[in-house]
């Protein structure tokens, strides 16, 4: 038998032409991954271009939420003579937690016998270069407040290291470009940030990543800790802080509070980059007809015995001449407070946030206020 008979034939596929499908798939795949890097690259730009032109609050959000809250009090943003007299409390987290601005209107309306708005626009960690800052953006945008209580915190003046306390707290990325210049004259070293250069608005994302977590998705924060977590304030600009002492806990309250000053304690000297804030402060003041104020707020004894004996006689020195230099009053309430009413050593609580208000208002304010030097 031939073995041809045994051959199976299999018929032959005809040839496939290629399938147009597949490519228009791929195409379209590009073109997706196109758009979206388009859309991308689309939003980071608009983010950026939103930081820089402040329409979204990244910048500075601390500033820009009291800010928000300072607008509903119109008083502040009308000509003065049609409108009640204005106080403005400018300074650190000691004098967000000291003054009730809310309690202050009410007895400087009644003391006075005419309409007074104050608000507190102290906030936690400004010392004098972020406070001339701050009332260098106030004036612009309107605000001109009758008068200034600019608060004197003695461990911000400290010269005697080479590196300035405020460079803790106040970071480069929270300035404007513009403020760079204006806060090195005062001899804060200012680096210029990344996110004021292309990084701005290509890469907001990363530049600004822990305040967009702060603002937008707190949850992602480690145990929920926010920028301004338990600073928050009332409709006049102050934050209240506890009622009730807490004996157990202020001694812990006082290591972190020594932890975080105690580098600036030893060999203390009042003659640092703050000395010209405070000055910047006072000389913009004056230009834009506020009158200000310098005050000097609570320190417990143990606090006050933290600094070099020799720098605190200095600070004498320095704040008098200041108030001689300029003319403005100078209160110091170091010792107004007792003790047990403040928290840390120099944050008051409830109880004593009620009377330093109340002393501040009668001992000084409404002197002051009526044209006489308190």
Known sequence: MRLSLFRIRFPIAPAVAPRRGGELTRRRSAASVGIGL????????????AIDTERSPLRDPIYFDKL?????????????????????FIGS??????VDAGAATRQLTNALGRPVQAFNFGQAGAGPITNAVYVRRLIQEGVKPDFAV??????????QRSEPPETRWLLP??????????????????????AH???????????????????????????NSRLNGGHESDEYGFARLADQPDPEGKPRLLQVALGQYAFYFSGYRPNGIGVAGLRDTLEVCKAAGIRPMLALLP?????LGWYDPAGLRELDIVVAALGREYEVPVIDGRTWVPDEMTMDGHHLMGPGADLFTKRMVQDAL????KGDKP
Do not use: C
């Not at 600019?150 to 010269?159: D, S, Y």
């Open 38 to 49: 388009a859309a991308f690259f689309a939003t980071q730009i608009g983010l950026g271009w």
């Open 68 to 88: 928000v809250k300072l607008k509903q009090h119109r008083a502040f943003f009308t000509a003065a003579g049609s409108r009640p007299s204005t106080v403005l």
């Open 93 to 98: 987290s000691r004098t967000l937690n000291a």
């Open 150 to 159: 600019i608060e004197v915190h003695p461990t911000f003046l400290a010269g």
């Open 173 to 194: 990325i929270r300035l404007r470009p513009e403020e760079l210049p204006v806060v090195r004259a005062m001899g804060f070293p200012a680096r210029e940030p990344a």
């Open 197 to 223: 250069g292309p990084r701005g608005y290509l890469a907001p994302w990363f530049e600004f990543r822990f305040l967009l977590l702060d603002r937008y998705t707190p949850f992602f924060l480690m145990n």
């Open 299 to 303: 320190e417990s004894p143990t606090w």
């Open 366 to 369: 409404v002197t002051w206020m």
